[in-house]
């Protein structure tokens, strides 16, 4: 079957008593055993709760995994990732990563014995002068604001070679467009906050694996450290799977309308975009559906971004992404504040960088919002 119709249907499960089409929310927080010595396989809602079970399995069935898990947020599917490292493990991200990973990296890393390094670009990765100590790869890709491309199946081969566990934040692409697993990275991770989610209502996080070992200590995570989904987040997450295809569609070909006006705009000095570079597209397409619907530009100089931000009627001013509303954001400030000035420029996230998460508005005004408010700053 094909995604649109997976997205929908799912495993085709539903609840069998009352015969259901559409996931039952399962409130209770604990469940009667039937005997002293007998368990079932609901005990206590932490461990285990039908409605976030049903959405797991969703999350596999689109995915084409083995597992899938959902946690409270896209932080803590990340944090449990990091919790299958041990002590004098190092893991390198790449340079662009979301600035609330590089926080965790930069702030608790050290007090779990774990180590980080920046990498700019993978693609050109000396895999023979790496450190002994390097465990794991987290990438983003495309990158997170600068939407650079990395050749997944060609690092998943390399990192396999070194015994090296690759983790990839697939959250700018969703699994409608790019699948990690079938390129061969180990583990992949969501903020479904983004476009799982798409209407800038709900806090979650997934985290999807084929490998069985690895699927068991996450399971042995999210009950311990207690970060599963709650059930109604996990019904109306698995409520807003079934539009994801359909979201991406349009949102893939406004954001690909709105690339085209901004780079031919004379107040526009340079955009990013996976389609932009031959060699980013090439890699793009091999891997992936689309290009997504995230991008950033730079204002020519002399433009006040401000006044830009200002001057947006529709764009709302605001962090995250994914959602059918558009946003705009200022990484320097606001996603990437984590960095510092220093570290910013090195992966050149200048001050002037705006991001953009375009929705699904009708694309004739969504540009005319942005000529209007280029036309101010
Ligand atoms: C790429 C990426 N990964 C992870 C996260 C963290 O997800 P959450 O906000 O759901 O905890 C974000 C949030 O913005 C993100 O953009």
Redesign the pocket.
């Known amino acids: 079957m094909k995604f649109s119709t997976l997205a929908i249907h799912g495993d085709g499960k539903t609840e069998e008593r009352a015969g259901d089409i559409v996931q039952a929310v399962h409130l209770a927080t604990t469940y009667k055993q039937p005997k002293l010595g007998e368990f079932q396989e609901n005990v206590y809602t932490r461990g285990s709760n039908p409605t976030r079970l049903a959405l797991e399995k969703h999350l596999a069935v689109i995915e084409g995994a083995r597992y899938a898990f959902a946690f409270s ?3 803590a599917a ?1 944090d449990t990732a990091f919790h299958l490292f041990k002590s004098g493990d190092r893991i390198l991200l790449n340079d662009n990563v ?1 600035g ?2 590089f926080r965790y990296a930069s702030k608790l890393f050290a007090g779990m014995g774990l180590s980080y390094d920046l990498v700019d670009d993978f693609n050109t990765l000396d895999f023979d002068r790496l450190p002994g100590d390097v465990r794991g790869i987290f990438l ?1 890709t495309p990158s ?1 604001p600068l939407l650079k491309v990395t050749d997944i199946r060609r690092l998943a081969e390399k990192a396999r070679a070194g015994n090296i566990t690759l983790i990839v ?1 697939n ?2 692409m969703s699994a409608y467009l790019q699948k990690p697993l079938d390129l061969g990275s180990d583990i992949v991770v969501y ?1 479904a ?2 476009y799982y989610s798409g209407h800038s209502d709900i ?3 997934a985290l999807v694996l084929n490998d069985e070992e690895n699927a068991a200590r996450v399971k042995l995570l999210q009950n311990t450290l207690g970060n599963p989904l709650g059930p109604q987040d996990s019904y109306q997450l698995e409520r807003s799977i079934k539009t994801l295809a359909v979201r991406m569609d349009r949102q893939c070909a406004n954001a690909a309308a709105v690339v085209d006006f901004l780079r031919a705009h004379p107040k526009v000095k340079r955009v990013f975009y996976p389609s932009i570079d031959d060699e980013e597209r090439r890699v793009q397409e091999a891997q992936s559906r689309g290009f997504g619907a995230v991008l950033s530009f730079i204002l020519r100089d002399g433009c006040d971004p401000a006044r830009f931000i200002d001057d947006l009627l529709l764009f709302d001013f605001a ?3 994914g959602s059918v509303e558009s946003l705009v954001c200022h990484p320097a400030s606001q ?1 990437h504040e984590s960095f510092s000035a220093e570290l910013r420029k090195k992966a050149g996230i200048e001050d002037g960088l705006l991001r953009l998460s375009i929705g699904i508005e009708d694309i004739g005004d969504l540009l005319e919002d942005l000529e209007r408010a280029l036309k101010a700053a």
């Open positions: 947020s896209g932080m990340i979301y609330g990973t983003e997170n934040d959250t700018f903020s906050t983004k806090l979650a996080g962090v995250s992404l996603t």
